[in-house]
């Protein structure tokens, strides 16, 4: 079975950095695309960043210029760079994986990570 295990959130203050880890593990033949999303109390979830197969990032405008996303293909690893952090990047990340296609039961599937907490201080 499919999980999506985060790791690298927690306290950081404004201006620093932190990065975010996420690993798919269980029985996957390849990952289409790969994303961190956030989401902070009564608002909907949001994209934060993307990756596809190609390794072609999609950012948001909120962190362009700030964040990096990375991949690495072959271990089913994504992660994210956040440089330069403002209060407002005070969230639960969430790590997600699109089109993960596995073999028992054969077929493409969608997971989440179970969120972490990053919280930045002013």
């Known amino acids: 079975q499919v999980r999506l295990v985060e790791s690298g959130g927690g306290l950081v203050q404004a201006g620093g950095s932190l990065r975010l880890s996420c690993v798919a593990i269980?029985?996957?033949?390849?990952?289409?695309?790969m994303s961190w999303y956030r989401q902070t109390p009564g608002k909907q979830r949001e994209l934060v960043a993307s990756?596809?197969?190609?390794?072609?990032?999609n950012y948001a405008e909120s962190v362009k210029g700030r964040f990096t996303i990375s991949r690495d293909i072959n271990k089913h690893t994504v992660d994210l760079r956040m440089n330069n952090v403002k209060p407002e990047d005070t969230a639960v990340y969430y790590c997600?994986?699109?089109?993960?296609?596995?073999?028992?039961?054969?077929?493409?599937?969608?997971?989440w990570g179970q969120g972490m907490q990053v919280t930045v201080s002013s």
């Open positions: 997600n994986a699109h089109g993960v296609v596995v073999t028992t039961p054969p077929g493409q599937y969608m997971y």
């Open positions: 269980g029985g996957i033949s390849k990952i289409y695309t």
């Open positions: 990756i596809t197969e190609e390794e072609e990032p």
